[in-house]
Structures are given as C-alpha cells and as structure tokens.
C-alpha cells in the first residue's frame, strides 16, 4: 500500500530542506500526489540518504534557533499525555490499515482463483503476483523514523493556506507556528486577548497555560482554542487567520527596555529592545519602525531580527553627524533605559506566495532589513536558494560577516559574496560590481526574486541595473535608506 509523506516531514526524514524536495518536485524528480509524496519514490530521489545523520538538517536548525534573542531552545521530550495520545493515534490508523489489507486480501484471492479458473490468463496473474511481492525493504528504516518522528513532534497544517509546522516538546501551537515563519493573527500571547483563536478541524490539544479569555460555548462547541494556550498532542489540522502582507499589519505604540547595546562595529551598534510579555511587536520581516527617547529624539530604523521572536527585537544603529538619536545610544544608553516603538511601517517584506531562488542585494546598513528577510525565509525553508551580495564601506563595513558565513558553511543553499566598496560614497561602480556578482550567478535574472536596501544612491544604481537586465519589476524589491 502506498505510504504519502507531507514535504515537511519527507524533508525532516532524509535531512533536507522542504525547498529542495519542491525544486525536484518542478523538475519531474520526485513525484508529488496532491502535495506529498510516498517513501519509495523519496528514497529514489535521495538513495544516499543516512537515516541516522541528519547533521544537515541539525545545523540549520542551529540557525533557525539562533534567531530567538531571548534563549537558544532546547529540544524537549513531549508531555506524557502528549505521548500516550500519538500512539493511540497511531494504533488505531495501524488497525484500519490492516483491516483494510485484509479486505485487500480477499479480493486478491478471489481475483486469483477466477483467472486460474479461466486457463487464459496466465500473463495477467504473473503479472499480479509480481505486483502483489512485499514492498522494497528500502523503505522500511524510513517509514520506521516516520513513526518516531511523529511520536517525538506533532505536525500542524494551517487552513486555508495550506501552510504546515512542527510543534516540538510542550511549545505552544503559536510559539511553533511563529519559529517556522508564518504570520499568525495574535496579540498578548498569554491569553488574555482572544486574537489568535483557531478552530482545530482534527486532531486533539492540550491546555497549557491558563486565559483570561472566555471563549463562548458556540466557540467551545466548533472546537475553537487560543493558539498561545494549547499544544498539539496529536498531528492538527486547524483554521486560523494569517497576515498576507504589510497591509495586515495593525500599527502599535508599545514601550520597552533596553535589554543591551553592544558594538557590532567602529561606527555600528547593536540595540536590543525587549517589549513587555503582554505586549508583543507583530511585524513582517523587512519592516521598519519608529523608536522615540525623551526629549523628542526619535528616528526610524527596519528591525534587524526575525518576527519568529517578536519580544526581542535588534536594531542596527550607525553613528551618524547630526543624529541626535544616534548619538544617545553610542553615549551609553542601557537597561532599564525604555523607549517607545511605534510601527511597523512599509512594504519591503518577502513574496511568500514565490518559491524561486532569493537574491539580497544590501549596500552598508541595508544589511539590517535584509538580515530579518534572510532568517524569514530560512524559517519558511520554501525557496530554493539563497544568495546575499553585501557591498559595505569602511575597514570593518561588513560588521557581521561572522554570521554571513556561518550562514554560508552550514547551508548547500546559501551562498554569501561580502564587496568592499572603493569609497564611502554611494557610486554607480560599486553598484555595478554587486550587478556583476549576481548575474554571474544568476544570468537570467527574471528566475529569482531579488530584494535591494540600502541608500538611495546604490539602490537607485542597483534598481536601474536589474531592471535593464531584464528582471520584471513584480520580482524586484527595494528599500532606500536615509544615507
């Protein structure tokens, strides 16, 4: 009988990015039914593949775990009730596929005796026989890991986007759904606003932490919860609200503490804002903000981190003549210090509907909005391949080239180019070379979607470029930055 396998879960088995089963799926590869695929036709497509060594797959998800400011995670055992309710799960679709196998059987058996009765049919019962021979032991260890799999995590399917995530250990269905990148409506996050109810359309969760909302009895009766209060003990299926661009995005005013500032480098600092646990930021990744002191300093900036951790938030400021703003943070701004956000603000977000390959294209703090695109698009792990140019000025303009590359050395998909501008100033040269680096990779670039960001000089250079190139501008996105 065939075995279907989700993407997710066919990716997590042989240690390998959704992205890269989609890409063999468009190319005729890997043949797909209705969005998934069977384990044969998985272990032909991947014949190498060590069951036991996931070491890939491990080191992205390192990556993914960084982008959470407040703690790296750890992976955590499942509750006991969690437990117990995905192996009755799985005893009871055990019992339905070997009652169904039994009917199976008599039919073949019928079948059999009928053609043997014929004397005619000799072709056609060899050929049912053949058919009819046990599966390929191959694909035994993997549909054994598929079962441990889903006693150790729980997978979710979100309706109607279709989109899916993992929900590891005790994690809230929201907090899973938030680290694999998908925009989920929600508010407080701890119960207490109703924003992020969801109907459960099957499977079975569990209540982990206690809401000040009352959901009413119709809402109980239609099996609807609040994401932030329940996990999954068995794999889901539910109905919730999803943000489909920055339009969705609600403006917020919210106040919070400066958890750290440190330098990133001569002239950059990085500022971590935390926001208060039931007042969390809701943004896309590659929007911007207000952040405002006392006194009426305030000055704009995009958010350099990812919207999977929206309490922690990281800014990259670049001291500036004339930036009083600026200023007060290089002069020794620190906890408990608070400043006020307001936002998010602007259209420089990720076409997730897109799953060609990405092109970052950032120009010295450009990079900033680019990086919170770059961890965005690794938690939805859809695109085929990732390539960041970053053209920087200074001696040490590329002030988290460590990250880059380790980006580059744990990923098969990404590919890093860090260019040291010639000169401070913005100049069509400089933008020129960045062209260069990514048509040599990319020579036809209307395949790819490319993101620009940077000031508005280079950016404008870069615009022109791509567009003459023949990049359709639906696939170009920019972000001009004050210089």
């Known amino acids: ?46 014949p190498q593949a060590r069951l036991d060594d996931n070491a890939g797959l491990e080191r992205f998800e390192a990556i993914k775990d960084a982008a959470f400011a407040r703690r ?10 969690a437990l117990v309710a ?17 009917h199976y059987r008599e039919i073949v058996e019928q079948l059999q005796a009928r053609l043997r009765a014929t004397g ?29 799999l889903r006693i150790m995590s729980a997978h979710v399917q979100v309706k109607p986007s279709g989109r899916e995530f993992f929900v590891d250990g005790d994690d809230s269905l929201l907090e899973a759904a938030l680290r694999s990148g998908l925009s989920l409506d929600y508010g407080c996050s701890i119960g207490s606003c109703g924003k992020c109810k969801a109907r459960v359309v099957s499977g079975q969760v569990q209540r982990t932490r206690h809401s000040d909302y009352a959901l009413t009895a119709a809402e109980k009766n239609a099996g609807v919860v609040l994401m932030c209060c329940n996990t999954a003990l068995t794999d889901l299926v539910v109905e919730a609200r999803e943000a ?29 804002l935390q926001t208060p646990r039931s007042n969390r930021l809701r943004f896309l990744a590659g929007q911007s903000v207000s952040l405002a002191l006392g006194e009426g300093v305030s000055a704009s900036f ?21 930036d009083a703003f600026a200023e007060r943070v290089f002069a020794g701004l620190k906890d408990p210090d608070t400043v006020r956000i307001v936002g998010p603000r602007g259209e420089f977000v990720l076409d997730e509907g897109s799953h060609r390959p990405l092109v970052f294209v950032a120009f010295d703090a450009g990079f900033a909005p680019i990086k919170s695109l770059i961890e965005h698009a690794m938690a939805l792990d859809a695109a085929e391949a990732l390539h960041l140019v970053w053209v920087a ?39 020129q070379a960045a062209l260069r680096r990514v048509l040599q990779d990319h020579p036809r670039p209307g395949d790819c979607d490319v993101y620009v960001a940077g000031p508005a000089p280079w950016a404008s250079a870069a615009e022109f470029q791509l567009l003459e190139h023949g990049l359709p501008r639906t696939q170009l996105f920019v972000n001009t930055l004050e210089s």
Request: aromatic fraction near 4%; proline fraction near 5%.
């Open 244 to 272: 489909h661009g920055a339009a969705d995005m609600p403006l917020q005013s919210i106040d919070a503490k400066v958890k750290a500032v440190s330098p990133l480098g001569d002239d950059v600092r990085l500022l971590h």
């Open 393 to 431: 000025s200074g001696e040490r303009g590329h002030y988290l080239d460590n990250l880059c590359r380790s980006w580059s050395d744990a990923l098969d998909n990404f590919r890093y180019d860090p260019i040291a501008a010639r000169s401070a100033l913005p100049d069509e040269e400089t933008a």
């Open 120 to 148: 005619e049919a000799a072709g056609l019962l060899a050929w049912l026989r053949q058919r009819l021979e046990p599966a390929a032991a191959s694909a035994q260890p993997l549909l054994a890991q598929e079962s441990f």
């Open 86 to 102: 995905r192996l009755t799960q799985m005893s009871r679709e055990r019992a339905q596929v070997q009652a169904q196998l039994e």
């Open 302 to 322: 995009p958010v350099a981190s990812c919207p999977c951790d929206d309490r922690n938030l990281q800014f990259h400021v670049r001291r500036r003549a004339g």
């Open 1 to 46: 009988m065939l075995r279907l396998l989700t993407l997710s879960r066919a990716a997590r088995l042989v240690g390998v990015r959704r992205g890269a089963l989609q890409s063999k799926i468009r190319s005729g590869e890997l043949p797909a039914f209705e969005g998934m695929v069977s384990a044969e036709d998985l272990l032909r497509a991947y």
């Open 72 to 81: 790296m995670r750890e992976r955590l055992m499942p509750s006991a009730e």
